[in-house]
């Protein structure tokens, strides 16, 4: 079993993923079940500092405060904190993706990374792939997208090996088990990307016996992350799909909600590779457990933590 990990926006360290690896060997070792091979791929330096355009804001506020002194920057830019959040933990990494080249080289990277674990692991038959945020939207485009469905992208390379994204081909393919989508902002990348759902419900329709499973992870809180179930208009496909939401009652959020939702905006979106029942899902998809996919996870109560 291979099992790929790709991390969203904002991430420069490669072990991003190592909470939810332990845990996975933790489970498969208690179940008496052989330890998946696992790879975290990574594509964060390939986009430079995060700072970078917030470099540009903070040297023009500079420049405001040197020239009127008698005024507070903080009267003239509210929510300082909130925007750099934003652009630093998001949009930097978000538009430089969607600005052409360097999507391509993203591509690459993560292509080249894909190959080169293939080759390390070759008595491996069977793919599953966890991705969060950002890389959601990377891997419609590696797997999906018709618009790098040619030899010039490197997405073209990535469905070489993977049955049922390419032709019948000579040399090793790998088959792709399930996929988890975690904080996923598909959704709002929609009309930018021109989704479309046909490849995905031809590939799903290829396979025979066990489905092609997708759970897409919503946590309450993660203002980036939204069900694809009626997007994606997915009735009568052969996929197994489920939106999984992380529900919290929590009181505190209900009614001072904007105040809440500022305060939280990049953990809310960043906990998924530590949450226990994110873990437990995870496991669910990688075994096929269909008995706990079908049901949401539990609700946690106030004061509970994941």
């Known amino acids: 079993m291979l099992v790929w990990f790709m991390h969203g926006a904002s991430v420069r ?10 845990r996975l060997i933790a489970e498969f070792t208690a179940l008496g079940l052989p330890i998946p091979e696992f790879y975290s791929a ?21 420049a405001f405060k040197f020239e009127h002194p008698q005024i507070d920057v903080d009267d003239v830019f509210h929510y300082r904190q909130r925007r750099e959040q934003l652009i630093n933990g998001f949009f930097h990494d978000i538009f430089k ?56 992208d490197p997405a073209y390379y990535v469905r070489q090996v993977i049955k049922g994204l390419s032709g019948p081909g000579a040399g090793r393919k790998v088959r792709l088990r399930s996929i988890t989508t975690m904080g996923c902002p598909l959704l709002i990348f929609r009309q930018l990307m021109s989704v479309n759902n046909q490849k995905l419900i031809e590939f799903a329709g290829r396979y025979v016996g066990n489905p092609l499973r997708w759970i897409n992870v919503i946590h309450a809180s993660d203002v980036f992350a939204y069900p694809l179930r009626s997007s994606l208009n997915l009735e009568g496909s052969n996929l197994f799909f ?65």
Do not use: C
């Open 42 to 62: 990574y594509w964060g330096d390939t986009l430079g500092n995060t700072n970078e355009i917030w470099d540009f804001v903070q040297q023009d506020l500079e």
């Open 242 to 306: 489920r939106d999984h939401y992380l529900g919290e009652r929590n009181f505190f959020k209900k009614n001072i909600g904007d105040v809440a939702m500022a305060l939280g905006i990049v953990t809310d979106h960043s906990r998924y590779w530590r949450s226990l029942r994110v873990s437990k899902l995870v496991q669910a998809n990688l075994l096929g457990d269909y008995e706990t996919l079908a049901y949401n996870s539990p609700v946690l109560d106030f004061g509970d933590f994941d």
């Open 13 to 22: 360290q490669p072990a991003y993923a190592d909470p939810l690896r332990s």
């Open 97 to 152: 993706y969607l600005s052409g080249q360097q999507g391509k080289e993203i591509r690459h990277t993560v292509a080249t990374q894909f190959l080169d674990f293939l080759t390390d692991n070759p008595l491996e038959e069977d793919l599953h792939i966890v991705v969060h945020s950002l890389s959601s939207v990377i891997l419609w485009d590696l797997l999906f997208s018709e618009a790098y469905s040619t030899e010039g």
